[in-house]
C-alpha cells in the first residue's frame, strides 16, 4: 500500500515541462530501480541461462561473423541520446549529403554486436559497483549512490539502444548469426525424475 | 527483535532463490520463438523499468490523471496457502490411473519427487493449469514435433476433477 503511495506521488509530481525533466526522469528511474534492484539483478543474470553458461556478452564478444550474409545496408539519422555516451566504441556511421548518418551493413554488424555488448558489459560492472560500495555499509553510501546513477545510465542507454526504431538490436539477434553458438534451448527444462513419471503414463 | 545471522542468510538466500526461479519460469521458451526472439525478450525484460517510467512520463495525461486517483486497499480473506500432501495427490492420482496400482511404490516415490509443503510456481495455480492445457493442446497440432508431452488427453485425466464417490471407493 505505502509502495503504491509511494510511485502515485513519485510519478504524478513529474512535470515533462520542468527546466531539470531530465534529471527528475533519472530520479525516478532510480527509485524504481531501488525497489526493485534484487529482482532487477535476478532478471540481468537470466542470460547465463539462454547463453549455456555464459554471459550474453561474452557470447557477443567471442562472435567471429561471417561476411556475405544478405544484409541490406540501411541508414539512420543520429538519435540525442546516442550522442551524449561518450564510453561507447566507435559507431559505424557514413555522410550522406553532408550530414552524418548511422550505418548498420554486413560490413558493420560486427560494430553494433559491440555497442550491444558495451551496454550489458555497463550494466554488469554497475551492479558490481553497487553491490561493492553497499558492503562497505555507511561508509559506501555516497558511493553506492554514484553507482547507482551510473548503473541507471546504462539502463536507459541500453532500453534505448533495444527500443529504437532503427531496430538494430533486434537484427543482430534474429538476423545474423550472432547466437548461433548457443545451444537450442528445450521446450520444456525436465527433471529426469518427470520424464520417468511421463514415460509410466505414456505407457499406461 | 533481532533476527539471526543465519536465519537472515537462509531468508535471503530464500528469497534470492524465489526471484531467479521467477526469472526462469518467464523465460521459459514459448510456442514458435528461436533463441533471438527470446534473449530479445529478455533484454526487454530487463529494461522493463525504464521503458514503464519512460512510457508513462511522456504521456501528457498522466500526471493529471494520478492526481486524481484516489488509492484504497479492499480487504479480502487470506487464502490458502497449503497445497495438497502426498497421499491426497497419490489418491487423486490412482483414481484417475488405476491400471498404474501394480507399480504404486514406483509411483508414490516419483510423485514424492515433486511434492513441496508449498505451491513453489510464480504465479497462480490456476494460471499454471491454464499455461500447461494450453501448451497441450498448442502440440496437439504439432503432434509431429520433438515434445515429450503430446497427449492432451492426459493432461484432461490429470485436471478433470472426479467424482467424490470414486474417491472413497480409492481409498477403501
Not at chain 1, 541520446?81 to 559505424?92: C, E, G, S, T
Request: aromatic share 8%; glycine share 4%.
Amino acid at each position: 500500500m505505502d509502495h503504491i503511495a509511494d510511485v502515485q506521488a513519485a510519478l504524478s509530481a513529474f512535470d515533462a515541462r520542468a527546466t531539470d525533466a531530465d534529471d527528475r526522469l533519472s530520479s525516478l528511474e532510480i527509485f524504481f530501480l531501488l525497489r526493485s534492484f534484487p529482482k532487477f539483478i535476478a532478471r540481468f543474470n537470466e542470460d547465463t541461462r539462454l547463453c549455456g553458461g555464459k554471459r550474453l556478452f561474452e557470447v557477443i564478444r567471442e562472435w567471429n561473423p561471417a561476411r556475405g550474409a544478405k544484409i541490406l545496408p540501411r541508414l539512420f539519422d543520429w538519435p540525442d541520446w546516442l550522442v551524449q555516451f561518450k564510453a561507447l566504441p566507435p559507431i559505424p556511421s557514413r555522410v550522406v549529403d553532408g550530414k552524418v548518418k548511422c550505418e548498420f551493413s554486413d560490413v558493420t554488424k560486427r560494430m553494433w554486436s559491440e555497442v550491444l555488448a558495451a551496454f550489458l558489459v555497463g550494466v554488469d560492472k554497475s551492479i558490481g559497483d553497487v553491490k561493492l560500495a553497499r558492503g562497505r555499509g555507511e561508509e559506501g553510501e555516497e558511493e553506492a549512490h554514484r553507482a547507482m546513477r551510473q548503473l541507471n545510465k546504462w539502463c536507459r542507454g541500453l532500453y534505448y539502444f533495444v527500443s529504437w526504431e532503427a531496430g538494430i538490436v533486434q537484427r543482430l539477434l534474429t538476423k545474423t548469426s550472432m547466437l548461433n553458438s548457443i545451444a537450442i534451448p528445450t521446450m520444456l527444462e525436465k527433471t529426469a525424475s518427470s520424464r520417468c513419471l511421463i514415460d509410466a503414463l505414456d505407457q499406461s | 527483535m533481532v533476527c539471526h545471522p543465519d536465519f537472515c542468510f537462509r531468508l535471503a538466500a530464500g528469497l534470492n532463490k524465489q526471484l531467479t526461479d521467477d526469472e526462469s519460469a518467464e523465460l521459459r521458451l514459448e510456442p514458435d520463438e528461436n533463441k533471438g526472439e527470446r534473449v530479445l525478450r529478455y533484454l526487454k525484460r530487463v529494461v522493463a523499468w525504464h521503458a514503464a517510467v519512460d512510457t508513462l512520463c511522456n504521456h501528457k495525461t498522466t500526471p493529471r490523471l494520478l492526481k486524481n486517483i484516489v488509492v484504497g486497499v479492499i480487504e479480502v480473506p487470506r487464502f490458502l496457502s497449503s497445497v495438497m500432501t502426498l497421499p491426497e495427490i497419490s489418491d487423486e492420482f490412482f483414481v484417475r490411473f488405476p491400471q498404474k496400482v501394480k507399480s504404486h511404490e514406483d509411483v508414490v516415490e516419483t510423485l514424492a519427487d515433486h511434492c513441496s509443503d508449498t505451491f513453489p510456481g510464480c504465479v497462480h495455480a490456476e494460471a499454471t493449469l491454464m499455461g500447461l492445457l494450453n501448451y497441450c493442446s498448442h502440440y496437439l497440432a504439432h503432434a509431429s514435433q520433438d515434445v515429450e508431452i503430446q497427449n492432451p488427453e492426459m493432461m484432461r485425466q490429470f485436471v478433470q476433477p472426479v467424482c467424490s464417490f470414486l474417491l472413497s471407493v480409492s481409498s477403501n
